[in-house]
């Protein structure tokens, strides 16, 4: 099992006003990508198979980011999360999707144009301190 970068005590004990969930979802769309549902967000295509959510407000501290692969038809894929980036002084924070095969893992683009991208993203509002 992977390791947390906190402790997940950290978590527990956080007030609850410094959780937030942002869900939503993209269509793919080819290259042009664009919000199916949510808000607080922008949508855009890093590459082939590669999809960014970008939050509008910092958000310090992003502690999960779980996605689904809605397909518009059957093929061969699953989304992952390719990284998860904290607010800093260049950037507000994002996560970045990749779909990918899910016979031998490589990065594709989706199976049909109109295949959705669904997303839950747990941040909280102060960044906890790595341990």
Request: charged share 15%; glycine share 10%.
């Amino acid at each position: 099992m992977a390791s947390l970068p906190f402790d997940i005590t950290q978590l527990r004990g956080a007030n609850l006003k410094e959780v937030q969930l942002i869900a939503g979802g993209l269509v793919t769309n080819g290259s042009t990508p664009s919000i199916s549902k949510g808000k607080g967000f922008t949508v855009s295509q890093q590459g082939t198979g590669l999809y960014r959510v970008t939050f509008n407000k910092a958000v310090p501290r992003i502690v999960a980011a779980l996605p689904a692969l809605i397909k518009a038809a059957t093929s061969d894929t699953q989304v992952e999360v390719l990284e998860m980036v904290d607010a800093s002084s260049t950037t507000t924070g994002y996560v970045t999707f990749r779909v990918v095969k899910t016979s031998d893992g490589t990065v594709v683009a989706p199976g049909a144009v109109g295949d959705i991208i669904s997303f839950l993203i747990v941040c909280m509002a102060v960044k906890l301190p790595v341990t």
